[in-house]
């Protein structure tokens, strides 16, 4: 049903459960943790992520990501965690790029030498930079473009190139881009993980993570994951592939309202610097046209040394400062204070994120309206640095 389909038909009608028995026009909800297991076909099980609302949702997955096969995990972090456990043993080698989330650069340096895998951190974000750490025993080269939070770009066909001349596996974090302006599969990435707690949720009532590839890589991921216990309740299930329904239309309006707002920032007399990459100042700019669709909904920004980015946070009436990110309404966070908070100090400012950064999550609300609360919150700094003159 899938091809040739624009993506809206697709988010909407792809992977659905059809309700045979009441004809609803929505799918129905199967809560059930216990199924028969005589004169059936397949055993079902939460666990084996084949419940009815699982396996309909993959499929609507794997047709957005334009792969064979997809699966459903209870978080972001345990989509990327199965993933690399399922595809890593003693002895292999990984090479991660530089700038990446916080939550895998965690992950990466506190538990997998704990299994004897070990791992590399490349200086930059082009092809030679990953082939410059590569080893005889490396497995996978695993990257995430754009990139949380300094909105960095990868060369997705260049490292898949590379890759495949030396039979490693590649794998993207697409979080940030979300299936709707970036098909890593396209370019011949192997595997596309996202925290589906954001775009694919999009609501900011979600916990959920997915990862979408080959019919062979899914398997081998299945295998590893039965034994891990990452599955997603239904109810969460029935209500990502509720959301999911409405992801195009709510990314596009997010790229492009974010894309206005860092024209409108990159101008601004107390904005220091802005990193999108819908920016033609943006270093990736052009590589980025190539690649994305949009160039997403996410942003960040570092305001002037005047002003204090906490206060400057703390002073917004319409944005709201929140941890996560790509809900319909707009959030700021500080990356040191959450999502890059358990990198240290030092390998933060290795990749760039320096304390006073800003990550903007833009959502829905019109243009106008976020950027007066831009102007009224910096307006109220200023009129505090007077009154302390």
Not at 303 to 312: C, I
């Amino acid at each position: 049903m899938e091809k040739g389909r624009g993506i809206n038909t697709i988010c909407t009608h792809v992977g659905g459960v059809v309700d045979e028995r009441y004809k609803g026009a929505i799918s129905p909800l199967y809560m059930a943790t216990s199924y028969a297991f005589e004169d059936i076909d397949e055993k079902r099980y939460p666990r084996y992520f084949n419940t009815p609302n699982q396996q309909a949702l993959t499929k609507k997955i794997a047709a957005l990501e334009h792969t064979g096969d997809a699966m459903i995990f209870g978080s972001g972090m345990a989509a990327i965690s199965h993933t690399l456990m399922a595809f890593l043993k003693a002895g292999d080698h990984i090479v991660f790029q530089q700038a990446l989330y916080g939550g895998t650069y965690n992950f990466a340096t506190t538990q997998l030498e704990k299994y004897g895998i070990s791992y590399s951190f490349t200086h930059g974000w082009e092809a030679k930079d990953f082939e410059a750490k590569m080893r005889s025993n490396t497995k996978v080269i695993y990257i995430e473009t754009p990139s949380n939070p300094l909105l960095t770009i990868t060369d997705l066909k260049a490292v898949s190139d590379l890759a495949r001349s030396k039979g490693v596996l590649t794998m993207i974090d697409n979080t940030f881009a979300s299936p709707i302006n970036q098909n890593p599969a396209d370019f011949g990435i192997d595997i596309m993980i996202h925290s589906a707690t954001k775009y694919m949720g999009g609501h900011s009532d979600i916990c959920a993570g997915a990862v979408a590839a080959s019919e062979d890589h899914i398997k081998r991921l299945w295998e590893s994951s039965i034994c891990f216990g990452g599955s997603l309740s239904d109810q969460t299930v029935w209500l990502l592939e509720r959301s999911l329904k409405t992801m195009g239309l709510r990314v596009k309006a997010q790229s492009d309202n974010a894309h206005k707002l860092a024209e409108l920032l990159d101008d601004h007399t107390a904005i220091d610097k802005v990193y999108y990459p819908g920016l033609k100042s943006h270093p990736g700019h052009g590589l980025a046209k190539s690649q994305m669709k949009g160039f997403g909904g996410m942003l960040s920004f570092e305001l002037k040394e005047d002003f204090n980015p906490s206060d400057f946070m703390k002073s917004l009436q319409l944005i709201k400062p929140s941890m996560s990110l790509a809900g319909v309404e707009s959030t700021v966070t500080s990356p040191v204070m959450t999502s890059h908070a358990l990198m240290g100090e030092e390998d933060r400012k290795a990749q760039g994120i320096r304390d006073g950064l800003i990550r903007f999550s833009v959502g829905i609300e019109e243009v106008e309206d976020l950027m007066e609360d831009i102007d009224q919150a910096i307006n109220q700094l200023k009129s505090k640095t007077v009154l302390a003159q």
